[in-house]
């Protein structure tokens, strides 16, 4: 450098020709001038031009002088840049500059040039993209590699060039960038941390966003080198990661966003670095862990990547963080399962199970985020997930969190939408999701109205769209209704119903609103509003909003007559619309876009407002179904048999009938409905003539036409159809026709003449139909029909057996194997009962003489004339319609009078029976009529005899019933503050005297301080005080002792000088008082009231006696162990709604209890229900299902408490018997949530099968036979269990999920797997024992309706098994389903007959 600094110093600077001397001592303009023909000059050379090169080697290092390298014109620098630029490409390899400083500020200088190629529309830009292409080909930057200073040089062009790219650049820019920048890090010894920073902070997300360009740049560029960058990069994440020096970069807070970037461009560059990740998926820091975690989600899920399959190690680590004991990275976790089920269905069956873990994760955010991810990948493609996941979300549709369920419905009812309605995947994916229907409706059985609104709205919007045009409405409607189960049936009928019930009580308040304001207005609307709350979220807050809403509708008439539109029987679907959104639009402020008021008047009008079903709806649905009925429909195609279609459509139409009755009203209609009456189906044209009941009633002013040939069919149905459709016949007449006194006439004349006991068969429909008319009609035919009554059916056909009965062991046959006879009879006691109920006076005695009959078929087993030619499956059939029949007469204030104790004592026998069917129909019976609020409450009582019942299954049904009806009666006070006065007719409480009465005269009890016996007394008393004891509102536990201690100051009504009697009285009465005693802290507290006693049970108290005797054997003491009553909370739809406020007020009106004292002694205030409702307190509205938990759902009192000082005296030989009672003392608060029954006896184990259940009795007294008939059987029963349950609807095999994960611990471990809660030692499924499939049949047993007294080999037998082998005897869950009756009280309402559904206990599910 000296040497041509000597030169340049001696020399003459030598300029290309044409060019003068440059210096400062010319212009600007001039200087550029001459620059630009060296720049020229130095263009046109090349490496070979020896001469030039060394005649020109003083211009060049003139041109690298300060002068030029630091001149103020830009135009210049780029000049002289350029200049520059061609003498490093000229000269190479050499360069003519020597000094290290001198090259770093050259290369300084062109770096700070290049910054010019950012304005790609500068005049000047070409020059500076042939700077950098000459630089780029010619790699001058390589020179630096020997200078200290080469990371600053090359730092700064990285920079340099990162910061001037933009999107005006074209690809040749880009490229010679890519070029320019890679030759550095390939030929280069090194690449140092600042560079390398400066390189990867474009992959930044934030620095990503900014300059898109640059980050394509960086991306470019690392992919050219990756494999010489590599060992760098690793080295810098060993550095942050594994030895944790944060202060090497300032990258080192982004080093996973690197992480996840370097992997999508190459991820080569991260092969030594992804087993660290490993390390830090372990690490104990909570926050570092999440980031890995993130961090790993998105690069397992993104669309091509294959980590996964290549890095197993690494996937199976990560997954284990699905059980991280930190929330956020489970829930990180579980968010990204959606994406890797998108984009990688083969790693599904990996996530399954820890997915499966985490649906039950403690956290609700988790478990709601399981549903998203699950219902998201659903919906992009129904085969990304498998059966399993959807069952996840299945499950979720009952978790204990609103959010999480209403995530799992509403997902569940997308999917549905999606592939079922649109048949997005086809056939196999519309059947691989079916059960989604009834699963959604299924919900409708909770009890929280948000879920029942929210079936409502799922079904409005996506099981049947109301937006689709009315004949796809109506097709979507009527296969949906034939293809969904019959709990699902049922929920979606009680949906009509509820949605019906509110229309009414909105009609109502418009009604009220529009009356003259009277002293009785404000109390009626307010009754109205609160009944209008209970259907509506969140009763508490929404109160205040219906009351405004009544006042907006007493003032507002516009709004008033569209909401009366709305509800009236003729708005059409259409018109409804147009209301609603009228509505909101009128009471929606745009200045208040939160408005919780509005969203309460959504709420309403989404419930009120008839979106599916109107006159054209109707006429459509007929049309579907006449299609179907004529072949022409596509019902193979839609996977539901054409038989069943027809069925489920006229099913459905007899359902809306009595929702949408005004609907039907066209002369289309109609006829349709005729032409179905005329068809050979017996099913068929029995649902047309209960369609044409319900909504026939002006068919005759309206259609003549159609009554002028209904009538005949109707009178030939009704004289020669089948008893069914002769019934619907008769009431069709009543409810069409004016002149319904001739047609009944010309119907029974007839009839009555042509009765013949010789042919049965013949006999039956006859006499179905002169019942119905006795109870239409009693007055038009009091004559005929009382001769008929004492002649016919008294002395000719019940006093006579004609035909010899069957000689079998069974107790009970299927109905088409009843002998016609026994038919015939059945329907004879019928007509008695529906004459008495038709008169509803007893004037003649008539009702006296038939309850004499009916108890004397139920003391004589069923055999009347006591010949012995009947059959037992007759016997129980006959004894079955006797109960039944004084259970209806009961039910008239007038007959229920007259029925002795001794009748009604023998009627509640039957829930005792030996026929296990017998028992079964008798518990529905007396349930419909309590829940009815029909039946009085002594009725109630009748359910303690059940605690005998050697039937799990029974005694869970019985205790359900027990609760719904308690619960009941409790909220019908609540609501109805006006009947306070009939307490001793409503009040639960008052079964306690009933039960206690009972009990005394049950036959059973004969030794009056026999141990054995007492304790059957005790069990049966707690079967009912545990119920009454589990909530202590307004001190009823001091109720019901001051109750029992009356009692005891009395003597028995039924036999008040019977000495053995009365003693049996005050032992019982002793038993209930340990047991309250036992159970209750505050029975000692002073009785809010005085008790009424009812006078028929028991004698005025004689105030000169005080009883203060103690009748219990010593010995008894240690029976009652202290603890508290579980709660009796209820779940799932076991019965319909109570009927109409103003029609039981009258039934209570004229059934009211006659009592020895007042009758308003309450142990809560009579006005205690005024003014607002504690929300806690309504559960239930007049229109909503009131629920009942199936037995593995309600909470059980453990049955099989160890006995304490009489455990000996059972194993030397006295009778066992299966104890069922609470728990002991020392039982956790937890276990009062526990499910009834989860500690079964160890004496359950010997449960007899149906055989055993159903055999036949020792003659003996009434009703029961005497304990010593089981003392005959002295073979022990071993391992057997009871009657063979019902196989399980498929669709509910998951049901049983309905208990929600409680009081999750969250800490401690990493693995947060939550397993869900089972029953205690309980064995696997698989492992139950198998029991024959006979549920009609039944053979011997030595009691009938009692539980065997077990053999001292059988106690012996199941001393000592495992709780798990105790547990194996089924367990059964029920579902009542009660319906509303129709005026006769028969069973031709939707779901009428009372059914029962069994279903398996959960180990057959697993």
């Avoid at 997954?319 to 990180?332: A, K, Q, S, T």
Wanted: proline share 5%; glycine share 4%.
């Amino acid at each position: 450098m000296a040497h041509s600094k000597n030169r340049a110093t001696d020399g003459k600077i030598t300029y290309p020709p044409g060019v003068k001397e440059i210096s400062d001592k010319i212009s600007k303009e001039e200087m550029v001038r001459r620059l630009k023909m060296v720049v020229k000059t130095f263009m046109d050379m090349d490496q070979d031009s020896e001469e030039e090169k060394e005649l020109y080697l003083n211009l060049a290092l003139h041109l690298a002088s300060d002068f030029f390298l630091k001149h103020p014109d830009k135009d210049v620098r780029l000049l002289v840049a350029c200049c520059l630029a061609d003498i490093f490409r000229i000269y190479a390899p050499e360069a003519p500059y020597t000094s290290p400083d001198k090259l770093k500020d050259i290369f300084m200088f062109i770096t700070r040039q290049l910054k010019g190629l950012e304005d790609t529309k500068s005049a000047q830009f070409n020059r500076y993209f042939y700077l950098l292409e000459n630089i780029a080909w010619v790699k001058s930057y390589n020179i630096c590699f020997e200078l200290e200073d080469s990371n600053e040089i090359f730092t700064q062009l990285y920079r340099t060039l990162f910061q001037v790219i933009n999107n005006g650049h074209n690809q040749k820019v880009h490229m010679h960038m890519v070029d320019l920048m890679s030759s550095i890090v390939c030929e280069g010894d090194s690449v140092s941390q600042e560079l390398l920073d400066t390189v990867l902070v474009n992959l930044v997300p934030a620095h990503k966003n900014l300059n898109k360009q640059a980050y394509d740049l960086a991306k470019a560029l690392l992919k050219r080198t990756a494999q010489a960058i590599e060992p760098y990069i690793t080295n810098f994440f060993n550095q942050v990661l594994m030895l944790g020096k944060t202060s090497v970069s300032d990258l080192s807070e982004h080093v996973f966003d690197l992480i996840l970037e370097l992997y999508n461009i190459d991820s080569h560059l991260l092969l030594s670095v992804l087993p660290q990740l490993e390390f830090k998926l372990k690490s104990n820091d909570n926050d570092e862990r999440l980031q890995v975690v993130k961090l790993l989600a998105k690069m397992f899920g993104a669309k091509d990547s294959e980590l996964a399959s290549q890095n197993k190690p690494l996937w199976q680590c990560y997954l284990g963080r699905f059980n991280d004991i930190h929330v956020p990275v489970r829930l990180e976790c579980v968010k990204f399962a959606s994406h890797c089920l998108m984009n990688h269905p083969d790693l599904a069956k990996d996530l399954t199970e820890f997915l499966k873990v985490r649906s039950h994760d403690p956290e609700e955010a988790i478990r709601h985020d399981v549903i998203v991810s699950i219902v998201t990948a659903s919906k992009k493609d129904l085969s990304l997930v498998n059966d399993h996941l959807l069952n996840f979300v299945r499950e979720r549709t009952l978790d204990k969190r609103w959010r999480v369920r209403k995530e799992a419905m509403m997902g569940l009812a997308q999917i549905y939408k999606k592939y079922a309605l649109q048949a997005e995947a086809g056939k196999e994916g519309s059947k691989q999701i079916s059960w989604i229907k009834d699963k959604l409706l299924h919900i409708y059985y909770q009890n929280s109205i948000d879920d029942r609104l929210l079936v409502e709205r799922i079904f409005a919007q996506y099981l049947v769209p109301h937006n689709l045009e009315t004949s796809e409405r109506m097709k979507c409607l009527y296969y949906l209704y034939a293809t969904l189960d019959g709990n699902a049936v049922k929920a979606l009928n009680e949906m009509w119903k509820c949605q019906n019930m509110l229309r009414h009580n909105v009609k109502d308040l418009l009604d009220i609103v529009k009356q003259p304001k009277s002293e009785s207005y404000n109390k009626s609307v307010f009754s109205k509003v609160m009944v209008i709350t209970r259907n509506l979220p969140d009763p508490g807050k929404t109160q205040d909003f219906v009351k405004k809403l009544a006042q907006v509708l007493e003032e507002d008439e516009k709004i008033r007559k569209q909401l009366e539109t709305l509800v009236s029987p003729s708005c059409s679907c259409k018109q409804a619309e147009v209301c609603v959104k009228d509505i909101t639009k009128k009471l929606g402020s745009p200045k208040q876009p939160s408005n919780p008021f509005l969203e309460m008047v959504k709420f309403l009008l989404e419930r009120i407002a008839p979106v599916h079903i109107d006159t054209e709806s109707i006429s459509a649905l007929i049309k579907q179904v006449n299609k179907s009925i004529e072949g022409t429909a596509d019902d193979e195609d839609e996977g539901v048999p054409t038989e069943q279609a027809i069925r489920a459509g006229l099913e459905l139409l007899k359902v809306l009938s009595f929702t949408h009755p005004v609907s039907f009203h066209s002369a289309e209609t109609f006829e349709s409905l005729l032409g179905c009456l005329k068809m050979d189906d017996e099913k068929v044209a029995e649902a047309a003539l209960q369609i044409f009941k319900n909504t026939g009633s002006k068919l005759e002013e309206s259609f003549p036409h159609i009554k002028s040939v209904l009538l005949p069919v109707l009178q030939q149905k009704a004289k020669k159809g089948q008893p069914r459709q002769a019934k619907y016949a008769i009431h069709c007449i009543h409810a069409m026709f004016t002149n319904r006194d001739t047609h009944f006439a010309q119907i029974f004349e007839p009839l009555h003449k042509g009765l013949d006991t010789e042919n049965m068969e013949q006999l039956i429909t006859p006499l179905t139909t002169l019942g119905h008319l006795a109870m239409l009609a009693p007055e038009q035919f009091a004559a005929p029909l009382k001769s008929l009554v004492a002649n016919f059916i008294v002395k000719d056909l019940l006093m006579n057996d004609r035909i010899p009965g069957k000689k079998t062991t069974k107790l009970w046959v299927p109905d088409d194997e009843v002998s016609p006879e026994t038919l015939a009879k059945i329907q004879g006691i019928k007509l008695m009962v529906r004459w008495l109920l038709g008169v509803k006076n007893n004037q003649s005695k008539s009702g006296n003489s038939t309850l004499r009959m009916l108890t004397a078929i139920l003391s004589s087993d069923g055999d009347l004339t006591e010949q012995g030619k009947m059959g037992k499956p007759d016997m129980s059939r006959l004894r079955l319609a006797a109960g039944c029949a004084v259970l209806r007469l009961a039910q008239e204030p007038c007959y229920h009078e007259i029925i002795t104790l001794e009748q009604y004592q023998l009627c509640s026998l039957v829930i005792n029976d030996e026929c296990y069917q017998v028992r079964q129909a008798f518990a529905q019976k007396l349930h419909k009529g309590l829940c009815r609020l029909r039946l009085p409450l002594e009725y109630l009582a009748v359910f303690t005899l059940c605690a005998k019942d050697p039937v799990k299954e029974r005694r869970a049904h019985a205790r359900q019933c027990l609760v719904k009806n308690i619960n009941l009666r409790r909220e019908y006070l609540k609501q109805h503050a006006a009947v306070s006065e009939k307490l001793i007719s409503l009040l639960p409480e008052y079964v306690v005297p009933y039960a206690i009465h009972l009990l005394v005269h049950d036959p059973d009890y004969v030794k009056v301080q026999d141990i054995e016996q007492l304790k059957d007394i005790k069990e049966a008393l707690w079967f009912v005080l545990e119920i009454l004891m589990a909530k202590n509102e307004n001190n009823s536990h001091a109720f019901i002792r001051k109750m029992i201690e009356n009692i005891k100051q009395t003597k028995d009504g039924q036999c008040p000088d019977d000495p053995k009697i009365n003693e049996k009285l005050y032992t019982v009465c002793d038993v209930a008082m340990n047991i309250v005693m036992s159970k209750s802290t505050t029975y000692s507290l002073e009785s809010p009231k005085d008790p009424v006693l009812p006078a028929r049970y028991f004698t005025q108290p004689d105030k000169n006696f005080s009883n203060t005797k103690n009748y219990l054997p010593p010995e008894m003491k240690s029976f009652f162990t202290p603890g508290k009553p579980k709660a009796a909370n209820v779940l799932g739809a076991v019965n319909k709604p109570l009927s109409a406020t103003g029609k039981l007020q009258t039934k209570l009106s004229r059934m009211e209890t006659m009592s020895n004292a007042s009758s308003n002694s309450n142990p809560s205030s009579p006005g205690r229900s005024k003014g607002r409702l504690d929300p806690a307190d309504v559960d239930h509205s007049e229109n909503e299902d009131i629920s009942m938990k199936s037995p593995s759902e309600t909470e059980k009192p453990s049955r099989g408490r160890k006995r304490g000082a009489a455990s000996n005296q059972d194993d030397k030989g006295q009778e066992s018997k299966p104890k069922r009672g609470r728990k002991k003392a020392n039982t956790s608060t937890d276990d009062a949530e526990d499910q009834w029954g989860e500690d079964s006896s160890m004496a359950e184990t010997t449960m007899e099968t149906e055989d055993e259940q159903n055999s036949p009795p020792k003659r003996g007294r009434r009703g029961r036979p005497p304990k010593s008939a089981a003392a005959k059987d002295d073979t022990p029963i071993k391992g057997r269990r009871g009657r063979r349950k019902a196989a399980p609807p498929p669709e509910e095999e998951n049901e049983e999920q309905e208990e929600e994960e409680e009081d999750h611990d969250d800490g401690g471990s990493e693995n947060m797997e939550v397993k869900p809660k089972g029953r205690r030692g309980r064995k696997p499924r698989a492992e139950a024992l198998e029991t024959p499939n006979d549920s009609v049949e039944s053979t011997p047993q030595k009691r009938r309706g009692r539980p065997p007294k077990a053999q001292t080999a059988a106690k012996k037998a199941s001393v000592g098994r495992s709780k798990a082998a105790a547990n194996q005897e089924e367990e059964s869950e029920e579902e009542i389903d009660t319906a509303q009756q129709s005026d006769e009280g028969e069973d031709e309402a939707i779901d009428s007959s009372p059914k029962v559904r069994r279903k398996t206990g959960r180990r057959d599910r697993r």
